[in-house]
């Protein structure tokens, strides 16, 4: 079993609708708690950053962590074609400064 | 633009030859990471430079792998021998460091074919 597990996908919705992608972990000394998103041919780029539980929200977007059950959510709010791309968890514990991935799940907002 | 910047963007080579991948971080970061990122899958860590300290090297795949970083900036990823299980896409992040890893910045990505 990897430690951070991602449905890849592709995960297709119309322009608008809100959009949940998760990742569940087993490590659960893992405390900080990212989402990149990764257009076709580009790198990763960081959306959002959190720390240990709770909830975060940055204009659309909203991430969440479960520790209790070692599960992160990321909600996009009425999305849009834009949007289209690859959403990557990642996450790191205390003592480490090299996150792990998860395989990314491929979104495709059609208008 | 100030961000990381990798070369060559594509490299064709035959199994059995060495290739070297180049990565230029963000001035003033002190932390670098290579992953690799084939097709569908995550990234897969490789090595991780962060100021004078000895990399972690764990994430490399085998002895054919090696990477360094010179006067604490560019870092040259080198792969000796290559073989065809070793095509992806090779990624350069850097980042200001701190617990966690803190923000990495990407590349754009190396993309290795081995025929």
């Known amino acids: 079993q990897k430690e951070v597990e991602q449905d890849p996908g592709p995960l297709s919705v119309p322009e608008g609708a809100i959009v949940s992608l998760n990742c569940t972990y087993s490590?659960?000394?893992?405390?900080?708690f990212m989402w990149y998103r990764q257009y076709s041919r580009k790198g990763p780029e960081l959306l959002m950053y959190?720390?240990?539980?709770g909830n975060k929200e940055d204009g659309r977007f909203t991430a969440q962590v479960d520790k209790s059950s070692k599960y992160i959510s990321l909600f996009i709010r009425d999305s849009q074609p834009s949007d289209s791309a690859t959403y990557l968890c990642a996450m790191s514990d205390g003592g480490s400064y090299i996150p792990t991935f998860g395989r990314g799940t491929s979104l495709i907002v059609h208008p | 633009g100030a961000g990381v910047s990798q070369s060559p963007s594509n490299k064709v080579t035959e199994k059995g030859k060495d290739v070297e991948l180049r990565c230029d971080p963000i001035s003033g970061h002190t932390a670098l990471y290579w992953y690799r990122q084939s097709l569908g899958q995550g990234l897969e860590f490789l090595i991780y430079f962060q100021g004078n300290s000895a990399p972690d090297k764990s994430g490399l795949p085998s002895d054919r792998f090696s990477a360094e970083r010179t006067g604490g900036s560019v870092s040259t990823l080198t792969i000796q021998r290559t073989q065809q299980e070793d095509s992806a896409v090779y990624l350069c992040?850097?980042?200001?460091?701190?617990?966690?890893?803190?923000?990495?910045?990407f590349g754009e990505g190396s993309r290795l074919t081995v025929l």
């Open positions: 992040a850097s980042s200001l460091g701190g617990r966690g890893g803190g923000e990495l910045f």
């Open positions: 959190t720390y240990s539980s």
């Open positions: 490590n659960s000394a893992f405390q900080y």
